[in-house]
């Protein structure tokens, strides 16, 4: 499995845009890579995956540049609410298969 | 459609004590996962389980623990004689089987809100 590295921590302010990027130098042809949001005393919930290029949804957008070898989470004007660890994960699309954790990077919003 | 469930929530155990870790799947998924968080850390594999069937227990620690997923009920995370090492968050999620149109084939997973175990 590829391993992350993420940033351990990130200060921002209500409103902005927030961007957590996170380096995977060995990521292999098949991995895809996946984001996952935890709020304290609750288990992490799925945010985004891709592969290549950007993917959007309602809750944020994955920018992967050609190598792959990085991808950055953004975050379009965070509350508050934001304020949580969030996980990079690289791997392959096989499902049914235990995820690797890393130490994620803790987000805190100000007011 | 409830999520997946984990009960007792909060669980407190003596040294020596065994310790019984439930969680109900999300309706419809037939595979179990079940993850531990130590303090200020990410979370660690720890089992995989199908109905009545251990799929990968590579994570889990060879002595105390076991797990089971029986055809009837949820499954169970079962810790003998704790040490206050196995102090820590336990989380289960769980997810639809392959041949579920919903797969996707993506690493989604949908977890429980955790059992926080304190051995005293």
């Known amino acids: 499995l590829a391993k992350t590295t993420q940033p351990i921590s990130m200060d921002s302010y209500e409103g902005q845009e927030v961007n957590i990027t996170c380096s995977h130098n060995n990521i292999a042809t098949n991995d895809y890579i996946t984001w996952y949001q935890q709020f304290p005393s609750q288990g992490p919930r799925f945010i985004i995956q891709g592969y290549k290029t950007k993917v959007t949804n309602e809750v944020a957008s994955l920018f992967i540049p050609a190598d792959r070898k990085s991808s950055t989470l953004s975050l379009p004007r965070v509350s508050l609410s934001d304020t949580a660890v969030y996980y990079c994960l690289v791997g392959d699309r096989t499902p049914l298969r235990q995820l690797t954790f890393g130490s994620g990077t803790q987000l805190t919003v100000l007011p | 459609n409830a999520g997946v469930m984990q009960n007792p929530r909060h669980l407190v155990r003596r040294r020596g004590q065994e310790a019984r870790l439930r969680c109900s799947p999300m309706?419809?998924?037939?595979?179990v996962y079940w993850y531990r968080q130590l303090p200020e850390e990410g979370l660690k594999f720890m089992v995989y389980l199908q109905k009545e069937n251990i799929i990968d227990e590579s994570g889990m620690p060879k002595e105390r623990f076991s797990a089971e997923f029986p055809k009837e009920g949820p499954s169970i995370l079962r810790i003998q004689q704790v040490v206050r090492g196995d102090s820590a968050a336990y989380f289960c999620a769980s997810s639809p089987s392959s041949r579920s149109k919903r797969t996707s084939g993506t690493h989604e997973q949908y977890f429980g809100p955790g059992t926080r175990l304190t051995v005293t």
């Open positions: 309706k419809g998924h037939s595979h």
